[in-house]
């Protein structure tokens, strides 16, 4: 089977829907599938560096979408791909799959942004039914033989959306659980100069409001001394007057020297090592879709400490597998983490429960779904 996957987003990873996409071509290479993919151009992608073909199309963008040049190098990439099937992530790189599939080649969509119904399905508009007639017009032009959602709240959005018109499945987000198992973190706690007694909070998500990275820091300010905080998102903040409007706080003033901003970004490849740093999770995020994130931290062994919000508490019971808390609450945040920190086998029996609660998203047990998804599409 040749697929092709148009991803304007992909390695180096921003967010959990390219960790899913960078993933996913990586174990149908490894399965066998003749797989390559058509993505943004990024100035930091060693070409060379990857087993399978990896097109970079000037235009093909979210942000600096160039429809005109995106669809007429679409265009000509598959008719020298000639794909069996094609498989779109995100309503951007449909909009350029539509107009560029000459040949009506059957087409998989899988949906990304994080949707919050009635007030957002893309993001970065000024309404939400323009968000909404933007997703149906796109599905017209792309005409996709399957729209695929992470889980339900993504799939009810979905449903929605499509009205009808387009079938909708859940595929969920796999995790290599094994991968971020437990993984030596010592040298990085000795870069930023912590002992044995420091105790480390890592809050493994991008500068964006609805993360909750403010209540996290603030947080801070009711922990004693010994407590640091990691923010590897503020490297290259993605919304960066809301961190500065962070760092301007009396509240972040307060704490600075314990708030840690790595000196370079940590993409996928160096989560493994952070979580082995982490004593505590932490994600007090005001909403998610199908957060990466939290199935990632649950794997790590470590425990998680976060906000029960949209998302988070579909993977999170709390008192069993962490501890959720209110949303936009920092006396509540902080005293959750104290006393995971002061209740060591607390910590220990939630995040060994966490591992044993996710089998089930293993590329083991999903890589066939997968597949036998894309079979079942070319068969109808």
């Given amino acids: 089977m040749k697929i092709l996957i148009v991803s304007p987003k992909f390695h180096p990873v921003i967010g959990g829907g390219e960790t899913y996409v960078l993933n996913s071509i990586k174990r149908l290479h490894d399965a066998g599938q003749d797989v390559s993919i058509a993505v943004e151009p990024h100035p930091q992608r060693n070409l060379k560096g990857y087993p399978y073909p990896v097109y970079e199309l000037e235009g093909l963008s979210d942000a600096r979408m160039d429809i005109i040049a995106a669809t007429a190098k679409l265009y000509k990439l598959i008719e020298q791909v000639k794909p069996d099937i094609i498989h779109v992530h995100g309503y951007f790189g449909l909009l350029v799959t539509g107009f560029g599939n000459p040949t009506n080649i059957p087409i998989v969509l899988s949906v990304h942004s994080t949707p919050v119904w009635g007030e957002r399905i893309v993001g970065g508009m000024d309404s939400f039914e323009a968000e909404l007639n933007f997703a149906r017009g796109t599905l017209a032009v792309g005409r996709p033989r399957l729209v ?52 480390l909070l890592t809050i493994p998500s991008r500068i964006i409001e609805r993360k909750g990275i403010k209540e996290a820091i603030f947080a801070l300010t009711e922990l004693p001394e010994h407590f640091h905080l990691c923010v590897s998102g503020a490297v290259t903040p993605l919304d960066p007057v809301y961190w500065q409007s962070i760092q301007e706080s009396p509240e972040y003033k307060a704490v600075q020297d314990r708030v840690i901003v790595p000196k370079q970004p940590f993409l996928y490849d160096d989560m493994p090592a952070l979580y082995g740093a982490t004593d505590i999770v932490v994600m007090p995020s005001y909403y998610e879709g199908a957060p990466v994130a939290t199935v990632e931290a649950m794997a790590s062994g470590k425990p998680f400490v976060g906000a029960d919000s949209q998302g988070i508490n579909s993977f999170i019971r709390n008192e069993e597998n962490g501890l959720l808390v209110p949303q936009k609450t920092v006396k509540e945040l902080a005293q959750a983490i104290q006393r995971v920190a002061n209740d060591p086998a607390l910590g220990v029996k939630m995040a060994g429960q966490a591992r044993k609660d996710i089998p089930y998203l293993s590329w083991d047990a999903q890589l066939p779904v997968l597949i036998d998804t894309y079979k079942r599409v070319l068969a109808a």
């Fill in 148 to 199: 695929t959602a992470a889980n339900s709240v993504y799939a009810e959005a979905a449903e929605k959306i499509v009205d009808g018109k387009f079938e909708v499945a859940v595929l969920p987000y796999p995790v290599d659980a094994d991968y971020f198992y437990k993984k030596d973190g010592s040298a990085l706690r000795q870069q930023w100069g912590l002992t044995s007694d420091d105790v």
